[in-house]
């Protein structure tokens, strides 16, 4: 009896050690992600207010010299010189970029509790799966996967693509989401392998058409589904630093890339509001994990402790984020105006007044009119 109870107590104690270094691995981490979230927030705020003050609206048929390392805002079309190929497929279209993904029907292992007693239980079931699904893996025998796929997932895209006369980098390039594509729907008869010509079938409908390599009639272990999506050519408005006849970022990592046509200020707005999103979800993210770490830390005792702690540390933070920030203001009144900030600077001269605005009363200019006229010579008659 004794041996169990002392193996009841090393259990509990075990069980309150693993709860207590969850809550302060959760603590810790909500933390951190709160002070990264603002820190970066501040950072990303301060750099687009920088752009915003300093970018320039250019044409994007005429490359301007002087223009060269300005943050510049140029909308137009997107333009390929060249053709985008997918040759095992036979696709040669015009287009930005062209994305095929490729899908095999693979035997998935499912697990499931068993009742109290008994085992885990086991099932098979016939799935599309764009990974290839190790069955050696698999409890059961029986159930085989091919060990690779016969086709793959590839991006094409076409060299060079230009906005007006400027070439866009392969940075930018990249930037271009997906979102803008639309499905695209090959040609079958262009296929120039005569067997994969034969085994290809279009099926489905709309958004759903796909490429069967198989028996459609009859899907087994094996046969692949092939989709195509196409990026077309289109009008779109970039912020960015111009580089020669090219684009690159800007100090503090600007830019900024929007389908369609948009003015700099509203593209600048719609960066902000994207961050800000970003900012309150790493907030509501980081706040949830310091709960979660009270939480689990209450349970031992140890909340009140460490919630001043965690207070202490965070006002330190703060603090130390908002006299950075003073010191930024500073720092940029003073290279502003440097005497007017620190108090030295003259007093301009104050301007005479005008006849205007002093006042005519006869031949007499009253420049100042809290003073009472002078006296006029006596009339005539008082000449003696």
Not at 54 to 83: A, C, F, T
Not at 175 to 180: A, E, F, G, K
Not at 246 to 273: C, R, T, W
């Amino acid at each position: 009896m004794a041996s169990q109870e002392q193996v009841d107590v090393s259990s509990g104690e075990s069980d309150e050690g693993a709860l207590l270094l969850l809550g302060l691995i959760c603590l810790l981490v909500g933390m951190v992600l709160w002070v990264w979230s603002e820190c970066n927030w501040y950072e990303v705020q301060s750099s687009l207010r920088e752009g915003i003050s300093k970018v320039i609206s250019i044409r994007p048929d005429i490359v301007n010299p002087d223009m060269d390392r300005e943050l510049v805002h140029v909308k137009g079309k997107l333009l390929s010189e060249s053709m985008v190929y997918d040759n095992l497929f036979g696709i040669r279209v015009r287009g930005l970029k062209l994305e095929r993904s490729v899908e095999m029907l693979q035997w998935v292992e499912s697990e499931r509790e068993g009742k109290e007693g008994e085992s885990k239980k086991y099932s098979y079931s016939k799935e599309w799966r764009s990974k290839v699904v190790d069955s050696s893996k698999f409890h059961q025998q029986g159930y085989n996967n091919p060990h690779w796929m016969r086709f793959e997932d590839r991006t094409f895209t076409a060299d060079p693509i230009k906005l007006g006369a400027f070439e866009l980098p392969k940075e930018i390039v990249d930037l271009i989401p997906w979102s803008w594509g639309e499905q695209f729907h090959p040609e079958l008869c262009n296929i120039p392998d005569e067997d994969l010509q034969r085994l290809a079938r279009n099926v489905g409908n709309g958004s759903n058409r796909a490429v069967y390599i198989g028996n459609y009639t009859s899907p087994s272990v094996g046969d692949h589904r092939v989709t195509f999506k196409l990026i077309p050519e289109q009008n779109v408005s970039l912020v960015a630093q111009q580089t020669g006849s090219s684009f690159q970022k800007y100090i503090g990592d600007i830019l900024l890339l929007e389908q369609g046509e948009m003015e700099a200020l509203a593209m600048f707005e719609s960066a902000k509001d994207e961050l800000t999103g970003d900012a309150t979800a790493l907030r509501i993210g980081g706040g949830v994990l310091v709960l979660v770490g009270l939480a689990l830390l209450d349970v031992l005792g140890f909340s009140g402790m460490l919630v001043s702690t965690a207070v202490a540390v965070l006002d330190l933070v703060l603090f130390c984020w908002r006299a950075d920030s003073f010191k930024g203001t500073f720092q940029k009144l003073h290279h502003e105006n440097p005497k007017r900030f620190l108090g030295y600077e003259s007093v301009p001269p104050v301007p005479a007044p005008s006849p205007e605005d002093a006042g005519i009363d006869g031949d007499i200019l009253r420049a100042d009119p809290l003073m009472p006229p002078k006296a006029s010579a006596p009339p005539a008659e008082f000449d003696r």
